[in-house]
């Protein structure tokens, strides 16, 4: 079972949205997925109450991110996202701790990627592999990403943080088609939102392959699968 777990102390990022647009996307794909819910906002309830039919199993945190991991996993999920609240609570380190991968929203500016530090520290702290997600970012012309974009992009490599090779822009499309109870890779596939959301599921999904790879053979080393291989 795959845990992506979105956090950043920071307000307003994106981590609802993102949550939401990736876990849509990877069930669309065919993919068994549960979604927990571990901010007290019920942001990413609400966008799952208005998918009506189409809603994804859901958890809260209310008791803890282990026991909804651990009903997750009994119900043979195969991808679980969770959202996380704009704090440094236990429940979003915990939902930390518990993840394979953690994904950072950041807006491009300076407020915003000072915030990501804190997450970051945490990541780091219980050794998960993590990466940022420049979010909201302005649109690009030619191909060329914004000044603000790069600009971030240049500090966080500067600072040896990890980040998407891509943007999420700011697209009314992330906001509306949440509202009207789908993704934008639902309501719009050929749309620049659902192409930009399935390049960061893509790229997701090689970084878990990665990771899942690099335990395996670290387990393998520790002579850990002799017996599952015999
Ligand atoms: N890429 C985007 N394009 C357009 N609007 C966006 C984008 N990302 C987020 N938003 C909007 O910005 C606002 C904040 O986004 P969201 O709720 O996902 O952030 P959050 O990090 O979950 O916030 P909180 O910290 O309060 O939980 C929302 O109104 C959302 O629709
Ligand atoms: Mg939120």
Redo the contacts with the bound molecule.
Sequence with gaps: MNVITVA?RK???????LCAHLAALARSQGHKCQIIDG?P?G?LTLCNRLRAGAALPLATAERGIDRALALAQVAGAEWVFVDT??TMWVVVQEAIRAATLVLI?ARPGFLDLDAVRETVKTARERNKPYAVVL??CPVKRDEREAPAVAQSRAYLDREGVPVFAGQ?????A??FTLAAGASAGEAEPNSLAAAEITKLWSAVEKSIAAINAAYADAAATAGLTQGRAA
Excluded: C, L, M
Excluded at 11 to 17: R, V, Y
Excluded at 168 to 172: F, L, P, Q, V, Y
């Design positions: 950043s307000g307003g990022a994106g981590k609802t949205t901010d906002q942001s609240s704009p929203p979010n909201a999420i822009s700011h697209r009314a992330f906001n």
